[in-house]
């Protein structure tokens, strides 16, 4: 309908004009193309060419520019996207509009209610659709994070059989405690040549190197090499890369404007390629005798899958799923971390609170359990909770409308409209988590406990002393959406709070930390993760002379069992 529309007023224009004379052929070419552009103009005064005009959404909508958009804004836009889309909600409320050329509408929420219908309530009408794929492929192919429908489901059907309570205990008193003592190692060293410490890129070494051994048997030995590993430089380039096609809708085209950028992608994607088809031709080329020597892990999970035609995964597929949950289980918890030590350092308050519940309960035991870390140090399990709901480490998602429909706040929305909704802002909303929203307060998560009840026991069922600061308690996941939502919830969350809370008992019982005088707040860098823009620099010393622990056990005997 727009393109006649367009036609029809390019015609009555060249009528108007071309009666006055003979033109040449290029007149007349140039005189039709400014009629259409005029036309065009004139049906799409403040919105992307070929979207529908919403009335409805006049006070919800950003003005933008003829033909265009909003996209002379995005681009245009220095500041990070995630402030970009908060202050949309602080101009328009939980819902505001937009457009971009080839994009169609874009319709942001944020609010619970609206959440929820989109990610539970009518979940199979939002679904991640062919945009998002299209941005995603080449680093994440099939995978689970790009996939709607049955393939979806297979992965995570697949995945789910891993994340057992039985993995959990023996993840935590082993490859997560280890993962720990060798960052502790790392600090030590730097202590004695009187260094501070980029505590980011640690985190995100040593999150690296424990996720690629226990759930693909592959040592990255990110900790010990000098500089950024490769693997990291690629992935970490790939995700900044991908950020920046969500505003551009040409960026097929514009990436070949950039020098050498088409060529870096591609090497950066083959050296992802690199590490997973080791992973899997080692774990094909596996003997049975060494397959017995130990526990499955998620790769061996989906090298033994077979299809209801008896069919296997190729290499390709298994590829995507090496990617994937590498994305999810490195870069989520390394991002987590940095920003939650950032905010302990910054509030001392907080930090006693924490170091008085690990000696409450902890002592100077270094004796890590699944029981302990999940239900005996809820000061704790709220800092990380609280460090997720400010800093998440997905920061934003974006969901695709199947078939018209009308969300519970009468919002109509279209097959083929976009919905995003940001993480980021949602824990900011100061009408869901009230005035202090934009304030670092675990007590939000704490209830009171019967501590000082005559029959409450002083000891914790492990033998612990019990914590002084009540019980944890988790909010609504359509409120905090840090872990995504039914049915999408995130398969590893309980494995990111285990490694989370298990790294930061270890560092805060042995070091004292402080951070470095002068260096700016942190701020997110532009990708699709939420990592800090600057390196996160930190003087680390031992609490204690004495010679640090070293490991008995190697990080490469440990797996996951399920």
Known sequence: MAIIALASGARHFLERHLSKGDRSP????????????????????????????????????????????????????????????????????DVFSLTIPLRGRIIAINNPELIEYI??????????????????????????????????????????????????????EGGFTLGARSLCSILDKNEKLGQPVDLQALFLKQTLDVFGKLTFGIEFNALNAEGPHEFENAFDFLLTN???????????????????????IKSAIATLDKYAYIAIEKRKNESEADKEKRPKDLLDHFINHVDEDGNKLTDQQLRDVFVSFMLAGRDTTGYTLSWQFYSLLANPRILKNVLKELDSVLGGSEKYTYE?????????????????????????????????????????????????????????????????????????????DEVSSPTHSTVTPSGHGVSPFGKFRMENMFKFNSFNCNPRLCLG???????????????????DMTLVP?????????????????????????????????????????????
Not at 393 to 398: G, Y
Not at 425 to 447: C, H, Q, T, Y
Not at 543 to 556: F, H, M
Request: glycine share 6%.
């Open 26 to 93: 290029t007149q007349i070419a140039a005189i039709a193309v400014l009629g259409i552009v005029i036309t065009a103009i004139a049906k799409y005064p403040d919105r992307a060419m070929f979207t529908r005009a919403r009335p409805d959404l006049k006070d919800k909508t950003v003005p933008g520019w003829p033909l265009l958009g909003n996209l002379p804004q995005g681009l245009l836009e220095k500041r990070n996207q995630l402030y970009v889309i908060k202050s949309g909600f602080d101009d328009a409320g």
């Open 518 to 562: 002068g260096q700016p707040n942190p701020e997110p860098k532009s990708s699709v993760g939420l990592p800090m823009l600057r390196p996160l620099m930190v003087y680390a010393n031992r609490k204690i002379a004495r010679e640090p622990r070293e490991s008995t056990t190697p990080l490469s005997a440990s797996y996951i069992e399920v």
């Open 372 to 448: 302990t870390m999940m239900n005996e140090l809820p000061y704790l399990k709220a800092v990380f909770h609280e460090t997720l709901r400010l800093y998440p480490a997905v920061p934003r998602n974006i969901k695709e409308v199947v078939n018209d429909d009308v969300l519970p706040d009468g919002t109509i929305v279209y097959k083929d409209d976009k919905i995003i909704f940001s993480t980021w802002s949602m824990g900011r909303n100061k009408s869901v988590w009230g005035v202090d929203a934009e304030d670092f307060v675990p007590e939000r998560w704490l209830v009171e």
């Open 242 to 264: 991908i950020d920046s096609r969500i505003m551009n809708p040409f960026w097929q085209w514009t990436d070949h404007l950039v020098p050498g950028k088409v060529r870096k």
């Open 119 to 172: 990610l539970k309530t009518n979940f199979n009408n939002f679904i991640k659709g062919e945009t998002l794929a299209s941005q995603l492929i080449d680093m994440l192919g099939s995978g689970i994070f790009v996939s709607d429908g049955d393939e979806w489901r297979f992965h995570r059907k697949t995945a789910v059989g891993v994340f057992t309570t039985k993995m959990y205990r023996q993840v935590t």
């Open 493 to 511: 969350q309980t494995f990111a709070t285990l490694q989370a809370m298990v790294t930061t008992c270890m560092l805060l019982q042995n070091f």
